[in-house]
């Protein structure tokens, strides 16, 4: 199978003037497969924003490049939608306006784009919400309105970047069943970045795990657990296996990590 998402040997320094430039990311390569789901897991500080601020083509790599469909990345573009961790909606504009943003911005007419909208409103269960507006929402529901716009625009590769983060344990484990649920229906491309291991297991058909900065792909650990899958698995001998082995990894660079700063 060819991959649908090749990151060829990116690295990424920081330079700043008058201050030390910052090594982030050093020969990063991950290959990700049309449908698959796949994650990244690192310690705080290793690299993972800055790894998919490159993908999405907000941010330039210092070495190496971004291929998506073997075309390679050079800006954002309607095959890649991202979910920031904060919260990014207008405030100014109501529920089904947020979900449609991206789809009015390339001039889909209205009718159009609030059926569309309407489509991923339900999807994310926010069907009766469409008119409120952001500050009406709970945190959760309002994550799920950044995650039915980043699908509204129909991207081939959805990119997360700890979206359910500032969540609480319950409403996020909602959320990740209902990502699931939504990934097996869209049979999208997703790569997701957590620093929850437990989510990263739950999600994903493959874990890729940073090293502490500059991130290096330390390892990828296929995660061989049937799906459907519902939280229950998460309880089972085998889940809590995979969940205490990448742990160890990042335990390590945490703590290397922790050294360095001293
Ligand atoms: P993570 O998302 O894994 O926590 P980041 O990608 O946000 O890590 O950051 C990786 C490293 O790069 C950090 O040391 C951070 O301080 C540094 N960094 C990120 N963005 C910039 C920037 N614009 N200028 C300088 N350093 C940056
Ligand atoms: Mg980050």
Redesign the pocket.
């Known amino acids: 199978m060819s991959a649908l998402l090749r990151v060829d040997n990116v690295g ?1 320094t ?1 330079v ?1 003037s008058g201050k030390p430039s ?1 090594e ?2 050093r020969a990063i390569n991950i290959s990700v497969n049309e449908g698959e789901f796949a994650s990244i897991v ?10 998919l ?1 490159i993908i999405d083509g907000l941010l330039e790599p210092s070495g190496g490049a971004v291929f998506v469909d073997n075309t390679r990345v050079v800006r954002p573009g309607r095959d890649r939608a991202m979910v920031f961790q904060q919260d990014s909606l207008l405030p100014w504009k109501t529920v089904i306006e947020n979900v449609a943003y991206g789809l009015t911005l390339a001039k889909t007419p209205w009718t159009e784009a609030s059926k569309i909208a309407e489509r991923f409103i339900a999807m994310t269960g926010l069907t009766g919400f469409e008119g409120h507006y952001p500050h009406q929402l709970s945190g959760g529901m309002r994550q799920r309105v950044n995650v039915a716009r980043a699908l509204a625009v129909d991207p081939r590769i959805l990119l997360l ?2 979206p359910f983060a500032a969540l609480d344990a319950q409403t996020r484990e909602i959320m990740q069943t209902e990502l699931l649920s939504i990934w097996e229906k869209s049979s999208k491309t997703v790569l997701l ?1 957590t ?1 929850q291991i437990d989510e990263a297991v739950f999600l994903s058909d493959r874990v890729i795990i ?1 090293s502490a ?1 500059p ?1 290096t792909v330390r390892e990828e650990i296929s995660i061989k657990l049937p799906r459907p899958r519902n939280l229950e698995i998460k309880r089972t001998a085998k889940f809590v296996g995979f969940v205490d082995k990448i742990w160890k990894l990042i335990e390590a660079e945490v703590r290397l990590g922790l050294k360095d700063s001293q």
């Open positions: 990424k920081f700043r910052v982030a990311l690192g310690a705080s500080g290793s690299g993972k924003s800055t790894l601020r970047d700890e970045i620093h940073l900065r991130g």
